[in-house]
């Protein structure tokens, strides 16, 4: 496994990969990783031949110095873990190689999506996020990426800044969200929860739970669902419901009516860390 610390030395690398007839996974990252990410690089890994990874805490998606300042960080594990799952290339880059000083780089707009939901719990997130990731696709080159469908409003996001710019040639792949036993969504904040928080985080998952079975015993209220999940997580004495919502799958806008393809999604504030979960909602059973 090479480790590259420079941007022009990657698309070298990349670019000799391609040359050769091979292709191109990514698997981009802001380190700490998990067993989710294990997952994301074994998926590269089964659909494309070389496996290039990227650890980089991106500043520009933290709307609170301290958030960005906490955010865990160990690369010697990081690295281990690549390696053992078989990535080729990390890319982990001083914020200078990212974000070089007097070079003009591309700022996709996140539009009205952006400012609901995640963008408005952290104002300028979406802007941050959709601004590394195309400078991250625009170092690597034509790529499969691999995101996790966790952070489903993200994947959105950046789905929808590949239709609108084709040139990237970057085919992005959904991949399931990874869980704990108790089916708590494997992230990189879980390890900053205490025993007690821990335990009360599972509300998030019982709370999506709670809305595909409506959805699956046909409710089609999208606001009694909203209230069902509202409810499970309210009742956690640690948790701060942040929001709870059934949005569209084709444009993440809020729907009022189970009659399209939705997804319930969630976010709550626990005194150690914020979390974020969603679950797309079944049909009707017949």
Request: with cysteine; charged share 25%.
């Amino acid at each position: 496994m090479e480790l590259i610390r420079e941007a022009s030395a990657l698309r070298q690398a990349t670019d000799a990969v391609r040359a050769d007839g091979a292709t191109v996974g990514f698997v981009a990252t802001m380190g700490a990783l998990h067993d989710g990410h294990r997952a994301l690089l074994r998926a590269a890994r089964d659909r494309t031949d070389r496996v290039v990874v990227s650890i980089f805490v991106n500043p520009m998606q933290f709307d609170d110095p301290d958030d960005l300042a906490r955010y865990p960080r160990d690369e010697t594990r990081d690295l281990s873990m690549c390696k053992a799952e078989g990535a080729a290339v990390v890319w982990a880059p001083p914020v200078d190689e990212v974000y070089p000083l007097g070079v003009e780089l591309a700022h996709p707009e996140p539009g009205e999506v952006g400012d609901l939901y995640e963008g408005a719990a952290r104002p300028g997130h979406f802007a941050g996020v959709l601004l590394v990731v195309h400078r991250l696709f625009d170092v690597v080159g034509p790529c499969t990426a691999f995101f996790g469908e966790k952070d489903a409003q993200q994947l959105f996001l950046v789905r929808r800044m590949i239709e609108r710019e084709p040139e990237l040639d970057v085919a992005v792949v959904g991949c399931p969200t990874q869980r704990e036993p108790d089916g708590l969504a494997r992230s990189s904040r879980n390890a900053a929860l205490t025993p007690d928080e821990r335990e009360q985080a599972a509300c998030l998952f019982l709370a999506l739970t709670e809305a595909a079975e409506r959805a699956r015993a046909g409710v089609r209220d999208a606001n009694t669902i909203v209230a069902v999940m509202a409810r499970e997580i309210g009742a956690t004495p640690l948790a701060r419901l942040d929001y709870a919502a059934v949005v569209d799958e084709a444009s993440f806008e809020p729907i009022g009516v189970l009659d399209r393809p939705a997804r319930a999604i969630v976010a709550a504030r626990f005194p150690s860390a914020r979390l974020i979960d969603n679950i797309a909602l079944p049909e009707p059973a017949r």
